[in-house]
């Protein structure tokens, strides 16, 4: 899992232009829905915001896992969109800046790292060990 923290709404708003940019949001429901930086929760709340200060948000996508390639299979982006805010970490915002090369990426989390989990709960190894 990976850890993210949030990015300031004025940071990511000083990215955006009123004028130009028509924004659509991809919020992963997976990592940041566990850190409290993104989700439908979250994605609705900045979307609404953004649209209070102006910017043209036309549409959001809540995908499971941004990061992996096959899950933004069913992610249609509409023709005059140019920009797409994503709440999701840095791999996420990769993933989708390969997937479409010509729209801007502006992310709304920071990478604090990934954490794993300890599935040992005894203090064997798991070389050895019968199951």
Not at 68 to 89: F, S
């Amino acid at each position: 899992m990976n850890r993210t923290r949030a990015v300031k709404y004025e940071v990511i708003a000083g990215q955006l232009d009123k004028g130009k940019d028509v924004i659509s949001m991809v919020s992963c429901n997976t990592c940041v829905r566990l850190a409290k930086t993104g989700g439908a929760g979250k994605m609705r709340e900045l979307a609404l915001q953004l649209r209070e200060d102006g910017f043209q948000v036309k549409d959001g996508f809540l995908i499971t896992l941004p990061c992996w390639d096959y899950c933004l299979d069913n992610v249609t982006l509409h023709p005059t969109i140019n920009t797409v805010v994503v709440l999701g970490c840095s791999c996420a915002c990769a993933n989708i800046a390969v997937r479409y090369p010509d729209v801007k990426i502006v992310p709304t989390v920071i990478d604090r790292g990934t954490v794993v989990e300890d599935l040992v709960t005894h203090k064997k190894s798991f070389r050895g060990t019968k199951r």
